[in-house]
């Protein structure tokens, strides 16, 4: 399974930005799919996710702001991003979660930079 991460760049603060990560394999429809970012000294955090039902939730930080989607058919998701802060800035990883009767596999794509200007 690889996950590719793209839509990154340098956007100004109040714009948007739109992420794509497209799933190789065959377990995208089963897996639950994630959005992650991890700023510069800062630990990894949870942006978004979204259920293999469709069901999205997000922390506190991006709620109302951010919104995650997925397209079965494409096998890919896409994290839209409204009204960027300074505080976005960070690289942004893409992952997939499926649980099997036997394991919970996690699988990571590559990041792409986010960068807001203020």
């Known amino acids: 399974v690889q996950l590719q991460a793209s839509g990154g760049g340098l956007v100004q603060a109040g714009g948007s930005l739109t992420l794509s990560c497209a799933a190789s394999?065959?377990?995208?429809?089963?897996?639950?799919m994630g959005w992650y970012r991890q700023a510069p000294g800062q630990q990894r955090e949870w942006v978004a996710v979204?259920?293999?039902?469709?069901?999205?939730n997000y922390p506190d930080s991006v709620k109302d702001r951010f919104t995650i989607s997925r397209d079965n058919t494409k096998n890919t998701v896409y994290l839209l991003m409204d009204d960027l802060k300074f505080e976005d800035t960070a690289v942004y990883y893409c992952?997939?979660?499926?649980?099997?009767?036997?394991?919970?596999?996690?699988?990571w794509g590559q990041g792409t930079q986010v960068t807001v200007s203020s």
């Open positions: 979204v259920s293999s039902g469709g069901a999205s």
């Open positions: 394999g065959d377990i995208f429809s089963q897996s639950s």
């Open positions: 992952n997939a979660v499926q649980i099997t009767a036997r394991a919970r596999n996690v699988y």
